[in-house]
């Protein structure tokens, strides 16, 4: 969307094509129960200034809510509030070295610049090294195994580097302060506006139609949907690698196998509407590996629960490799099994609290930042001319995040234009 924005503002003819029935990707908003609210969560940071700009065209910026937020943490059966240096300094699971030893650790990597070197390195290994043996087997494996699985194995230490960056760049945009943000209504009212700027600028949406193939003709270059068959000047894919492998008619084999050899992570992603809060904690973290999901979100302890018709909104994330069976489990199961792991967790969670629950599931999210990874990127131009593919691939020394991504678009929309 910020990449057809910046180009009908520069007078080219837009056209965006979407296969699903309404904008915004991972960033779209859903129905749980009388609700409509993120499908992911999403929180913004004071840092996050092209995402905070964009909004700022979009007349959105100044409605937004800053939150200070509690974090939590699940280790051995108990969940610790982990907000502030004093309760860190009390968190029994790790002696006082291990805790000396594990903030230095994240310093450390908050002043490092050399990200590429990082990349050479498993990230497990480097934080072993910094941190010690027990606080990698009790703190960091558990973190990495919850975003990564065992594909943890495989990730360079850039990964947990991005990760401490983002954190620490909410710190320096001025305040010492973490503060999370959000916009009234959601994503679904950014979408909602940001679709009608779009129009405005006279951008030509086209949605529920997926892209079948994408390929070189006389008269410039075809993109074939369930619709029917297109001809444009350019065409730019921001769909993952995976799928610009399968549509692009054309490509050499070396780009293709760059193209397929990105690894991805999925999300099973359920959503809860409650009668109660659970705990105030805005993101807890799981070190207990008994746990199906990954980590506990409680958006309503960011986002004021009017919001939620008075409700508790929680998402509780599972990351996992595209080939995971998690993806064949039906909605009861998981359900079943997440609402037992809830009442093992929260002494004061039952069943009756439940509203609604749905789930999300995706099985392309990130790409993994592997050993050498920025080495192997696939390019943004393609061998077809005037075919680009630009994608969350080729965020490189950073986390998944919409100011990544916006900031990438408005990069490869002023290139575009310049070339
Ligand atoms: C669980 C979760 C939590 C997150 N939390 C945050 C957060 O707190 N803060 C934050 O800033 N960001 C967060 N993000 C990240 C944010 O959602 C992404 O950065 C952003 O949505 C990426 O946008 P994108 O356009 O690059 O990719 P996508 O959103 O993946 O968009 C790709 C689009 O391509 C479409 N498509 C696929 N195939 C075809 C085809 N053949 N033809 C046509 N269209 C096709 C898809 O339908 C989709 O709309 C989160 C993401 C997830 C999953």
């Given at each position: 969307m910020t990449l057809a924005h910046r180009l009908a503002q520069a007078g080219q003819g837009v056209t965006l094509i979407e296969?699903?029935?309404?904008?915004?990707?991972?960033a779209s908003a859903w129905t749980l129960g009388d609700v409509v609210w993120d499908r992911h969560y999403h929180v913004t940071l004071l840092s996050d200034s092209h995402l905070r700009a964009v909004l700022s065209e979009l007349g959105l910026e100044k409605d937004m809510k800053w939150v200070e937020t509690r974090t939590g943490f699940y280790s051995d059966g108990k969940l610790y509030s982990m907000s502030n240096s004093v309760e860190f300094l009390r968190?029994?699971?790790?002696g006082l070295i291990d805790k000396l030893r594990l903030g230095a650790t994240i310093f450390y990597a908050s002043r490092v610049k050399d990200w590429q070197r990082l990349e050479t390195i498993p990230v497990a290994e480097w934080l072993g090294r910094l941190s010690g043996r027990r606080t990698l087997e009790k703190i960091w494996l558990p973190l990495l195994r919850s975003k990564l699985g065992d594909n943890y194995k495989k990730t360079s230490a850039a990964f947990i580097w991005a990760t401490i960056q983002r954190l620490y760049a909410a710190r320096r945009s001025g305040l010492k302060k973490e503060m999370f943000g959000y916009v009234p209504g959601g994503y679904a009212r950014v979408l909602e506006r940001y679709e009608q700027v779009l129009r405005d600028e006279g951008v030509t949406i086209r949605l529920g139609q997926a892209t079948r193939r994408v390929g070189r003709a006389p008269a410039g270059i075809e993109v074939e949907t369930g619709e029917g068959t297109d001809v444009f000047d350019r065409v730019v894919m921001t769909v993952p690698a995976v799928v610009a492998a399968k549509v692009?008619?054309?490509?050499?084999s070396s780009e293709k196998a760059l193209l397929e050899g990105v690894q991805y992570q999925g999300i099973v992603c359920a959503s809860l509407l409650l009668r109660r809060p659970l705990a105030g904690f805005y993101v807890t973290n799981i070190?207990?590996?008994?746990?199906?999901?990954t980590g506990v979100i409680e958006m309503s302890a960011l986002v004021d629960r009017a919001q939620f018709g008075g409700h508790s909104l929680v998402y509780l994330p599972k990351y996992v490799d595209?080939?995971?069976?998690?993806?064949?489990?039906?909605d009861d199961q998981i359900q079943e099994q997440f609402l037992s792991a809830l009442e093992r967790m929260y002494?004061?969670?039952?069943?009756?609290?439940?509203?609604s629950f749905r789930v999300s599931r995706v099985r392309h999210v990130f790409a993994l930042p592997t050993l050498g990874y920025s080495r192997r990127l696939p390019a943004?131009?393609?061998?077809?001319?005037g075919v680009h593919v630009v994608n969350s691939?080729?965020?490189?020394n950073g986390t998944l995040n919409v100011n990544e991504t916006v900031q990438l678009a408005e990069r490869e929309a002023r290139r575009l234009l310049a070339g």
């Open positions: 296969a699903a029935p309404h904008l915004g990707g991972l968190f029994p699971p790790l692009c008619d054309g490509l050499s070190t207990d590996s008994w746990v199906p999901f595209p080939s995971d069976p998690t993806f064949e489990l039906g002494s004061g969670f039952g069943r009756g609290d439940l509203v943004m131009d393609t061998t077809i001319p691939t080729h965020i490189v």
